[in-house]
């Protein structure tokens, strides 16, 4: 059953039994004790719905729910009809074959490098030395 604090409008289920019984109850958020029947929310009124239950006093109701427009999730994805995308329409472009090649020539680097000086690398990095026997290049006496 539903039972509403006199005091701060705190609500709270409690037992029927409980509230049949007229047991004195203590409220959580101010703790003020009450009669259980005394905590009774008020009836409602004959030609109100039971959905549309009064807010609690002090309680401002929420503004109603207004529902979102329906999209067509398959519309929304799809580009427009007729309409190639962008990067079909354009190609690559050759500032960003540019970068490619360029990362693909710095990597490159790196790896020789890494290769080349390898003995340096080992000894200044010695966990290094597992790496290299992993790939196949050991350790020169």
Do not use: K
């Amino acid at each position: 059953m539903r039972v509403v604090c006199p005091t701060c409008n705190a609500a709270y289920d409690v037992p029927a039994p409980v509230v049949a019984a007229g047991r004195t109850l203590r409220c959580t958020a101010c703790g003020s004790q009450f009669p259980a029947g005394q905590a009774l929310p008020p009836e409602l009124p004959p030609d109100l719905p039971p959905s549309a239950t009064p807010p609690p006093a002090g309680l401002v109701p929420a503004p109603p729910l207004v529902a979102a427009p329906q999209v067509d999730e398959a519309a929304r994805l799809l580009p427009a009809q007729g309409e190639p995308p962008a990067a079909a329409r354009a190609g690559a472009s050759p500032a960003v074959l540019a970068g490619w090649a360029l990362s693909l020539v710095v990597l490159s680097a790196g790896a020789a490098a890494a290769v080349a000086w390898r003995q340096q690398i080992m000894v200044a990095w010695p966990p290094s030395t597992r790496a290299y026997a992993a790939l196949g290049y050991h350790a020169e006496r």
